[in-house]
């Protein structure tokens, strides 16, 4: 059975005029047509004329003097068009009409007066009387100027309203921290942004200069309280950290205030002049927990580097990893002649190809795929590429795999780094810098105690050659640093992950503490220590503050915006195998000498003969492919006699 029932005319109408239908064409309407603009631009001219025409009638007064007045008055539009043309008043997108569209109908409205103001005292001149009353001119002119600016301003006003309106979309309401030239550049890029993130509601000001002020028309708070006291008082969910004026100390205050009380925090880097809006709103990111790393930048001695790579031929092992990539990547800075990245992870080094093949540079770059343990492989690529500058940054480093596997730690990290050095020996390298870690530091673990076995190696080649006396020996170096924040396998993309997942997130003990930096800066300082070296030294970085873990994971979980312990859950796991509390930079017997650079020291540590340490590496390298774990690990400990094992099944390798 039909229904034949007609729809109510006035439910059409108001569906037709809806806002989401209007809010659907104005969406849907693309950029007007110049000739359009023009067209639009004309008829405000003309209203403009007929406003001044009949005000100065009204008055008695004649705006035109002369009989040919279809002549004159078609002459005056045609000039405008030619400002119009002249200075491009019609190329601009009414509905992002900025000051600069302003300026230059401003300028086409004053060419114009001025053109006819000479016209008239010329016309005078010769004639003896005038074409137009110069008052009239003048308010015509004004009347002109304010049509045109104050029409694109309303397009421009319409267009935001229904651009920024959601229907099924609520923003998060946000403060911007700041009230210099940045952070109106970000307010206004993200007001124009689309889709909108943000519903800007305030700006902060902590100085307090501007509290009966508004910006972009909305109100300046001022900093009187804790900030999250002032955002619960206008109801916002975030703050955008913008006044460039701050320093480090300054926002760790502010993230660590808002981070409390579950305030999302974004940031945004220092704006320049010639950023666009789009840019300067895809800039605008939720803060990372590297930025919260209480680290004073790293000042370094460029000169010194260069000298180093420029025009050399460097070999980096273990390329393809986190470390190994950074000073891929560095050292391209420098125009060394050719870099030869070296790894036997084939996919991770593939990507690391195709990322260097944008590089802008003349450097050389040659991929080699190949085992640090294998010689032969290793003696091919030193004899083909006859390299100046090494730096090893080729390992094995988890902790628990290597405690299962000593053997191959044993393989990799010693062996790998015997062959190389060896090798840097035989065709007279410059420098080696070898990549150690703080886990070399009174070892509680193999892979610990395989890196400190590598140092102590190295040591040995450089005390034998300065023993010998040999002239241009190649320098070995080791430097030694922490955690670094976002490498492969560290907890910030482990946690990352499991945040994500939706928790829990797993920490070994409550207690445990780790110095962390982030990958650029320890990159950075490898460099520095390998140009400053001399030979023979174990350079240390000043990590700066040690970080309890379970602090990170909570800042972590706050950043994501969830609560601790309720939102995502922290669960205690228990120390792994080999793992400690904390981790060392020094041994019990070491010294530290400073040097010109204030992140970098240099440990005295006690050196070993090399003849004896050679002769017990060899063996131990040859037993490691078949004695077991516990006959491979008590071979470790009486080369490096401070490696106690701790949480592993080798502490009773220590009972005496």
């Not at 008055?59 to 002549?71: K, Q």
């Not at 628990?400 to 990290?413: D, V």
């Not at 007279?428 to 105690?449: I, Q, Y």
């Not at 530290?592 to 390298?621: S, V, W």
């Amino acid at each position: 059975m039909k229904n034949n029932t007609k729809p109510d005319s006035s439910s059409i109408d108001g569906e037709i005029f809806s806002r989401t239908n209007l809010k659907f064409n104005l969406h849907s309407l693309g950029y007007l047509p110049r000739w359009i603009i023009v067209m639009l631009d004309c008829a405000v001219l003309i209203l403009a004329f007929f406003f001044s025409y009949l005000l100065f009638r009204g008055t008695g007064v004649n705006y035109i003097r002369t009989p040919h007045s279809v002549l004159f008055v078609g002459s005056l539009f045609g000039v405008n068009l030619f400002f119009f043309w002249l200075f491009r008043t019609y190329s601009g997108i009414i509905r992002h009409s900025s000051y600069i569209d302003a300026i230059k109908l401003l300028f086409s409205q004053m060419a114009v007066l001025t053109i006819f103001l000479l016209f008239n005292f010329i016309f005078e001149v010769v004639y003896g009387f005038k074409v137009f009353l110069n008052t009239a001119l003048f308010i015509n002119m004004v009347f002109s100027f304010c049509g045109l600016f104050l029409y694109r301003v309303i397009v421009k006003q319409t267009f935001e309203y229904y651009f920024s309106e959601k229907s099924n979309i609520t923003l998060p309401r946000t403060i911007i921290y700041g009230t210099d030239a940045n952070a109106i550049s970000v307010a206004n890029a993200l007001k124009m942004e689309t889709p909108a993130r943000f519903k800007i509601v305030a700006f902060v000001d902590r100085n307090a200069q501007n509290s009966s002020k508004r910006m972009l028309d909305l109100p300046i708070l001022i900093l009187k309280k804790k900030l999250p006291t002032l955002m619960r008082s206008v109801g916002a969910e975030g703050v955008i950290i913008a006044d460039k004026s701050l320093s480090k100390e300054e926002r760790l205050i502010i993230v660590d205030q808002c981070l409390e009380y579950n305030y999302k925090v974004y940031i945004v880097p220092l704006i320049t002049d010639w950023e666009n809006q789009k840019e300067i709103s895809q800039k605008v990111k939720t803060i990372q927990i590297e930025d919260l790393l209480e680290r004073k930048p790293i000042v370094l001695d460029n000169k010194s580097i260069s000298k180093q790579i420029k025009d050399n031929t460097i070999l980096i092992s273990g390329a393809a990893g986190s470390i190994g990539s950074e000073i891929v990547r560095q050292v391209i800075q420098f125009n060394p002649k050719k870099i030869i990245i070296l790894d036997q992870a084939e996919t991770p080094l593939h990507h690391l190809n195709l990322e260097t093949e944008t590089f802008s540079t003349n450097t050389k770059i040659r991929t080699v795929v190949a085992d640090i343990r294998n010689r032969e492989a290793m003696e091919k690529v030193f004899r083909l590429y006859k390299p100046e500058v090494v730096f090893h940054a080729a390992a094995y480093k988890h902790v628990p795999l290597m405690e299962e596997n000593p053997s191959q730690a044993i393989l990799t990290n010693i062996g790998g780094t015997k062959n190389l050095a060896d090798l840097a020996c035989l065709y007279k390298v410059k420098k080696f810098v070898m990549v150690s870690t703080d886990k070399a530091v009174n070892p509680s673990n193999v892979m610990g105690a395989s890196k400190r076995i590598s140092e102590k190696y190295v040591q040995s080649l450089q005390l034998k050659t300065q023993e010998l006396g040999k002239k241009n020996a190649t320098k070995f170096i080791t430097t030694r640093f922490g955690n670094v924040l976002g490498s492969n396998g560290s907890v910030v993309p482990l946690f990352t992950k499991q945040i994500a997942a939706g928790g829990p997130i797993t920490i070994t003990h409550p207690d445990i503490i780790r110095y962390f930096m982030t990958i650029p800066e320890a990159c950075q300082l490898v460099l520095e220590a390998g140009a400053m070296g001399k030979g023979g030294e174990i350079y240390i970085f000043d990590m700066g503050k040690p970080v309890k873990i379970i602090d990170l994971a909570r800042k972590m979980i706050k950043l994501a915006g969830f609560v601790p312990d309720k939102d995502i859950k922290i669960q205690i796991v228990g120390l792994r195998p080999g793992e400690k509390l904390y981790e060392e930079l020094l041994n019990d017997t070491s010294k530290t000498i400073a040097t010109y650079h204030e992140k970098i020291m240099i440990a005295e540590e006690i050196q070993d003969e090399f003849e004896g340490l050679h002769a017990d590496i060899e063996e131990l390298i040859e037993k490691a492919h078949y004695l077991d774990n516990d006959e491979i690990v008590m071979r470790m400990k009486k080369i490096v006699p401070e490696f106690i094992s701790m949480n592993s099944s080798y502490e009773l390798l220590d009972v005496k």
